[in-house]
C-alpha cells in the first residue's frame, strides 16, 4: 500500500521561504570559498595516479632484486608487481572514498 505524503524518510516540504533562505545561504558560501580550479582538480588526478604508481614500481624493483639474488621456480618480479599494483589501488581507493565522504559532509552540514 501506498503511504501518505508524510512517508518514512521523506522529508517535510518547506516553505517558500526556508526554500529561498538555503539557497541565499548556499551562494554566499560558494562566494566566500570558491570551488577549486582546473589545476586543482589535474592535481589531485596526478595526486591518484602516484599513489597506484609508487606501490607498482616499489614492488616491481624489489622483486628484480629478489630474482637476481635469491632465485626460484617462479617471478618474483612478477608477483610484487601485482602485490603493489594491488596495494596501490586500495591506497588510490580509500583516499578517493574519503575525499567523496569529507565533500559529503561539507555539503551536507552547509544544507542545514
Not at 17 to 43: I, S, T, Y
Not at 70 to 80: I, N, Q, Y
Amino acid at each position: 500500500m501506498t503511504e501518505g505524503p508524510q512517508s518514512k524518510g521523506a522529508k517535510p516540504k518547506s516553505s517558500l521561504g526556508e526554500e529561498v533562505g538555503r539557497n541565499a545561504a548556499r551562494k554566499r558560501r560558494a562566494q566566500r570559498n570558491p570551488a577549486p580550479g582546473v589545476w586543482f582538480g589535474l592535481g589531485m588526478m596526478g595526486l591518484v595516479g602516484w599513489s597506484v604508481a609508487i606501490p607498482t614500481l616499489l614492488g616491481a624493483a624489489l622483486g628484480i632484486w629478489l630474482d637476481k639474488h635469491h632465485s626460484a621456480s617462479h617471478s618474483w618480479t612478477l608477483m610484487l608487481l601485482f602485490i603493489g599494483l594491488a596495494i596501490g589501488c586500495l591506497n588510490a581507493w580509500h583516499w578517493v572514498a574519503r575525499e567523496d565522504k569529507a565533500m559529503r559532509d561539507e555539503q551536507d552540514d552547509g544544507d542545514e
